[in-house]
């Protein structure tokens, strides 16, 4: 079964800097997805970014980009120029065609001022 | 990106009463609905599938007597929590999916229950 692996429980980051929340994911599939997911206090889930696994180019919007690692199975996020609003759990996931959608553990990002 | 409408948004209830919770898809015809539960501090865990005109599947753990879904039409999708209890205490979230969501994969905005 397919998993997706995030070992940074909790990650913090001074305002304006940069930070990387890691992921690695399992899977024999070669077409599928990867996704960052925002979750702030309000719960939402928030679609951060999403990267095809056919597409060698790294996703990428606005402050947010990705580091697609296909080989190595892993897919981090890279958030630039913090801001307080980025505070939130950061989930992970990964999905292949006509299948399931699977998450993460997930990452509490805290952002100090 | 696609417009998920959820409600209730929070929905408090006596032990032995059921809830019922919709979810809307609201700008695309959703064939299928994922409905994920997600407990303090822990991810999103999917609870069952339904499909429009059809039974739901549930994963594994999910009782499909306690957790109705009904699915009747391309834009509404509904889960009843029958004879809730204390422990069904948590966070219900809704995911439509079908043509036009072009794998964005977008999630309605949750319903927070609690049982006392």
């Known amino acids: 079964a397919q998993t997706v692996t995030q070992s940074q429980p909790e990650m913090s980051v001074q305002e304006a800097e940069t930070v990387t929340l890691s992921c690695t994911y399992d899977t024999s599939e070669s077409d599928y997805y990867l996704f960052w997911y925002k979750q702030p206090p309000s719960r939402q889930m928030i679609l951060v970014i999403r990267?095809?696994?056919?597409?060698?180019q790294n996703a990428t919007e606005n402050r947010f980009s990705v580091n697609f690692q296909k080989a190595a199975k892993s897919f981090s996020l890279k958030i630039s120029d913090s801001q307080l609003g980025d505070a939130a759990m950061y989930f992970c996931?990964?999905?292949?065609?006509?299948?399931?959608?699977?998450f993460g553990q997930g990452t509490r990002l805290t952002i100090n001022p | 990106g696609a417009v998920v409408s959820q409600h209730p948004s929070r929905v408090i209830c006596k032990s032995g009463t059921s809830v019922k919770i919709e979810c809307r898809s609201l700008?695309?015809?959703?064939?299928?609905m994922f409905w994920y539960r997600q407990f303090p501090k822990q991810s999103l865990m999917l609870m069952a599938t339904?499909?429009?005109?059809?039974?739901?599947?549930?994963e594994q753990g999910v009782e499909k007597d306690k957790f109705l879904i009904n699915h009747a039409s391309l834009t509404l999708s509904t889960l009843t929590v029958t004879s809730a209890h204390p422990e069904d205490s948590s966070f219900y979230i809704c995911r439509p999916g079908g043509m036009g969501t072009n794998e964005k994969l977008f999630f309605g905005s949750g319903t927070q229950l609690s049982v006392l």
């Open positions: 339904s499909n429009e005109g059809s039974k739901a599947t549930y």
């Open positions: 996931a990964y999905k292949a065609r006509a299948q399931k959608l699977v």
């Open positions: 990267q095809e696994a056919y597409k060698q």
């Open positions: 700008d695309f015809q959703a064939t299928t």
